[in-house]
């Protein structure tokens, strides 16, 4: 029973150090809001752009740019207020694969504005492509 409790704990340790997990949310992220008609080639372009940026220093180019963004905060700000709540916020950056379902993100008891928004994903995009 130790030995696999073992090798358990080596294998999550092997996820978290090298962010696997970060990375599949993200592919998944990307395959679900392109829809590409050949998904497996998608990915494997994803993965080779990633590669590319790595090995010559250039930023990797993120799928979702700035009108992606605005749009899907209209998209959650239906009655126009100009913020979203909490919620709405970390459903959308879970969705992104920009967050994970256990992460505490705190909350300091406003609505998060565009600017915010817009602010944090592209924070968080840059902290996941830059660890790999």
Same mark, same amino acid.
């Given at each position: 029973m130790e030995a696999n409790s073992s090798r358990e704990l080596e294998a999550r340790n092997?996820?978290? =150090?090298?962010q696997i997990m970060e990375l599949l949310n993200f592919l998944?992220?990307?395959? *679900?809001?392109?829809r590409p008609e050949k998904p497996r080639e998608y990915l494997i372009?994803?993965?080779?752009?990633l590669r590319?940026?790595?090995l010559t220093g250039v930023a990797f180019p993120f799928f979702m740019d700035n009108s992606n963004i605005v749009a899907m905060f209209e998209m959650m700000d239906s009655s126009? =207020?100009?913020?979203i709540s909490f919620i709405q916020y970390k459903?959308?950056?879970?969705? *992104?694969?920009?967050c994970t379902a256990d992460e505490v993100l705190k909350d300091d008891g406003h609505g998060i504005t565009l600017e915010k928004?817009?602010?944090?994903?592209?924070?968080?995009t840059q902290e996941i492509w830059s660890a790999f």
């Open positions: 092997y996820l978290e =150090k090298h998944t992220s990307a395959l *679900l809001f392109f372009s994803i993965l080779e752009r590319i940026a790595k126009n =207020k100009g913020i459903e959308a950056l879970k969705t *992104l694969g920009l928004f817009r602010r944090e994903v592209n924070k968080r």
